[in-house]
């Protein structure tokens, strides 16, 4: 574990924030590193959990219903996991946060995330397209239908442990069109 002190980005107060960075070794992540900011002057505090290591990129799929609402899903600041049947796709950003959860959870974050946006809009189409959606995912949060979960990962990190998940690596084409949340800076072209 180390420890520094910095200037507080959010109150200006130089040198009060302790700043503590650690690795660890976790299972299906690896090796990460936590970091920890808080300001003794205002109270801010920041943590934040990055993987350090590069997997293979990785595609799974898996038929849920009433027989695989505990099977486990893994999931990195980097997934990306959709619903295909549903039009549900939930990217990474840059505050994207890993989680490990099963499929009831993954599809109980599905419907919170459709409420939040049905309450931000007033778009005639989107509110019956999120109503729609609502109606479907607690069927399928409660086993009554079947939907197919998709997990892809550029990095590796995630997985549906499940005898009857299928996994495999992703296409050029994939890769390409999967977002990672993270800023990737050229510095080759300066």
């Not at 038929?63 to 996991?81: C, E």
Request: hydrophobic content about 30%.
């Amino acid at each position: 574990m180390s420890k520094m002190i910095s200037d507080c980005p959010i109150c200006g107060n130089l040198k009060c924030v302790e700043v503590t960075t650690k690795t660890d070794n976790i299972p299906y992540f690896g090796e990460i590193m936590e970091s920890t900011l808080l300001c003794q002057k205002c109270g801010y505090k920041h943590s934040d959990t990055i993987c350090l290591e590069q997997k293979d990129p990785v595609h799974y799929t898996l038929l849920i219903g009433k027989d695989k609402l505990n099977s486990r899903v893994i999931k990195s600041q980097s997934a990306t996991l959709s619903l295909p049947e549903l039009g549900l796709k939930v990217e990474p950003g840059p505050k994207s946060q890993g989680y490990v959860s099963n499929v009831e959870g993954v599809l109980e974050r599905f419907e919170k995330a459709v409420e939040t946006a049905l309450s931000w809009t007033d778009d005639p189409e989107a509110m019956k397209n999120a109503r729609k959606i609502l109606e479907n995912l607690p069927q399928a949060r409660h086993g009554e239908w079947q939907t197919e979960l998709v997990v892809e990962d550029p990095f590796g990190h995630s997985a549906i442990l499940d005898q009857d998940s299928r996994k495999r690596g992703l296409t050029e084409e994939e890769l390409k069109n999967l977002k990672t949340g993270f800023t990737i800076v050229d510095t080759d072209n300066e």
